[in-house]
Nanobody, 120 residues
């Protein structure tokens, strides 16, 4: 059974940093696009960052390039999202996901989500 469990969300002021973690079990990373999505109230669930199956090529949404960094620790079966220079528009529920690609319709497995709130 696949389990994705996020942690590390919270509240921070604009310009601050947070690191999200996703503990994964029951899944082989290399077979999936592994990544992070986010959903703001009233908005669509959008891809943020991730790595394609095979573990080489990464994906970043234009809105987070240069500020967010995706990484993974295979020994710990954990994914990370380091978020720097946070902006109020980054406020959303952040989800860890495993699927075929960076689109919510391509996701096969979701975590429960962790809230990130950035105040101005």
């Amino acid at each position: 059974q696949v389990q994705l469990v996020e942690s590390g969300g919270g509240s921070v002021q604009a310009g601050g940093s947070l690191r999200l973690s996703c503990a994964a079990s029951g899944i082989t990373y290399s077979n999936y696009f592994m990544g992070w999505f986010r959903q703001a109230p009233g908005g669509e669930r959008e891809p943020v960052a991730g790595i394609y199956s095979g573990g080489v090529n990464t994906y970043y949404a234009d809105s987070v390039k240069g500020r967010f960094t995706f990484s993974q620790d295979n020994a710990k079966n954990t994914l990370y999202l380091q978020m720097n220079s946070l902006k109020p528009e980054d406020t959303a529920m952040y989800y860890c996901a495993a699927g075929v690609g960076p689109h919510h319709l391509l996701v096969r497995h979701w975590g429960q989500g962790t809230q990130v709130t950035v105040s101005s």
